[in-house]
């Protein structure tokens, strides 16, 4: 899970990335956790032009984490059940 800094590097990264003007950092002073719960709205409520395309690529990123994981646990518990893993 991301620090706050860390979370500070990926807006950085990411406002540069797709041009997004205007971003407030303090806007973001949260860990990894914080981030997750933010739906849609609250990153357009934090960045109203741009939100919606920052929302979309932490989701991307959430989405490959969850699924390195499955992959790291299936190869370290070859033959188990990944029941659990089901949301």
Same mark, same amino acid.
């Given at each position: %899970?991301?620090? !706050?800094?860390?979370? *500070?590097?990926?807006?950085?990264?990411?406002?540069? &990335?797709?041009?997004?003007? +205007?971003?407030?950092?303090?806007?973001?002073? %949260?860990?990894? !956790?914080?981030?997750? *719960?933010?739906?849609?709205?609250?990153?357009?409520? &934090?960045?109203?032009?741009? +939100?919606?395309?920052?929302?979309?690529?932490?989701?991307?990123?959430?989405?490959?984490?969850?699924?390195?994981?499955?992959?790291?646990?299936?190869?370290?518990?070859?033959?188990?059940?990944?029941?659990?893993?089901?949301?």
């Amino acid at each position: %899970m991301w620090n !706050k800094w860390e979370v *500070m590097e990926w807006l950085k990264w990411a406002t540069e &990335r797709y041009s997004i003007h +205007g971003v407030t950092a303090d806007k973001f002073l %949260m860990n990894g !956790k914080g981030l997750c *719960m933010l739906n849609v709205d609250g990153f357009l409520y &934090r960045v109203p032009r741009g +939100g919606d395309v920052l929302h979309s690529d932490f989701n991307k990123r959430v989405t490959a984490a969850v699924e390195q994981s499955r992959h790291l646990q299936s190869y370290l518990n070859p033959g188990t059940s990944n029941f659990y893993y089901v949301y």
